[in-house]
T-cell receptor, first 114, second 110 residues
Framework: EAGVAQSPRYKIIEKRQSVAFWCNPI?????LYWYQQILGQGPKLLIQFQNNGVVDDSQLPKDRFSAERLKGVDSTLKIQPAKLEDSAVYLCASSSTGITDTQYFGPGTRLTVL | GEDVEQSLFLSVREGDSSVINCTYTDSSSTYLYWYKQEPGAGLQLLTYIFSNMDMKQDQRLTVLLNKKDKHLSLRIADTQTGDSAIYFCAEGGGSYIPTFGRGTSLIVHP
C-alpha cells in the first residue's frame, strides 16, 4: 500500500513570495490533515478535510494560508505572501474515517523563508 | 502553559530500558498517543491508549497512564540504536484531533 505522498520535499523562498504544497493521501482515505511543525516543536493542526469539506480550520491563518481539496482526494496548501515565521515542515496526514482511526503521515515539505 | 509537556532529551545505553514521560492538561482526553519521528520522515503512530485503561503492552512497548495525575509514559524494553528518534506524546480530546507535545529526543549509544 502506497503511503502519503508530498511534494516538494524542500522549498526555499524569499519573504513575500508565494508557495504551494501538494499532498496525495492514501487511496480511500476520506480524511486529510495539514500540520505545521516548527523546529523543536510538535506538529500543530492547520486544517482538516473530510472528503472535500473542511471540518476544522480554526488554527489556519486565513489572511495568508489557504487550502483546498476539490475532488476529495489530493490537496494543496498555499501561503501567500510568506513570512519568515512560516519556516517549518508542513506535514500531510490521512486517515480512513477521521474519528479514532490511525493517521498516516507523509514525509513533509521543509519550507525555508529567507 | 503548553497542553502537553515532555522532557526534551533522553540518553540511554543500548540494551537498557527507556522511559519517556509526558504530562497533559485536558481531562476530557479520550485517547493518548505515542508517535515516533525519524530524521527527515513523517510521524509514525507507535501506540495509543484509551483513557479508561491504565496500561497497554505491545511487544517491547509498554504504555502507562495515570489519569488522576494526567501522566503518560512510554517504556521501551531492550532499547536498540534503531530506536533513536524523537518521540511525541499527544492527547486527543472530544474531536480526536491530537495535540502534540514538543517531543523527546531519544539517543541510544552503544
Amino acid at each position: 500500500e502506497a503511503g502519503v505522498a508530498q511534494s516538494p520535499r524542500y522549498k526555499i523562498i524569499e519573504k513575500r513570495q508565494s508557495v504551494a504544497f501538494w499532498c496525495n493521501p492514501i487511496s480511500g482515505h476520506a480524511t486529510l490533515y495539514w500540520y505545521q511543525q516548527i523546529l523543536g516543536q510538535g506538529p500543530k493542526l492547520l486544517i482538516q478535510f473530510q472528503n472535500n469539506g473542511v471540518v476544522d480550520d480554526s488554527q489556519l491563518p486565513k489572511d495568508r494560508f489557504s487550502a483546498e481539496r476539490l475532488k476529495g482526494v489530493d490537496s494543496t496548501l498555499k501561503i501567500q505572501p510568506a513570512k519568515l515565521e512560516d519556516s517549518a515542515v508542513y506535514l500531510c496526514a490521512s486517515s480512513s474515517t477521521g474519528i479514532t482511526d490511525t493517521q498516516y503521515f507523509g514525509p513533509g515539505t521543509r519550507l525555508t523563508v529567507l | 502553559g503548553e497542553d502537553v509537556e515532555q522532557s526534551l532529551f533522553l540518553s540511554v545505553r543500548e540494551g537498557d530500558s527507556s522511559v519517556i514521560n509526558c504530562t497533559y492538561t485536558d481531562s476530557s482526553s479520550t485517547y493518548l498517543y505515542w508517535y515516533k519521528q525519524e530524521p527527515g520522515a513523517g510521524l509514525q503512530l507507535l501506540t495509543y491508549i484509551f483513557s479508561n485503561m491504565d496500561m497497554k503492552q505491545d511487544q517491547r512497548l509498554t504504555v502507562l497512564l495515570n489519569k488522576k495525575d494526567k501522566h503518560l509514559s512510554l517504556r521501551i524494553a531492550d532499547t536498540q540504536t534503531g530506536d533513536s528518534a524523537i518521540y511525541f506524546c499527544a492527547e486527543g480530546g472530544g474531536s480526536y484531533i491530537p495535540t502534540f507535545g514538543r517531543g523527546t529526543s531519544l539517543i541510544v549509544h552503544p
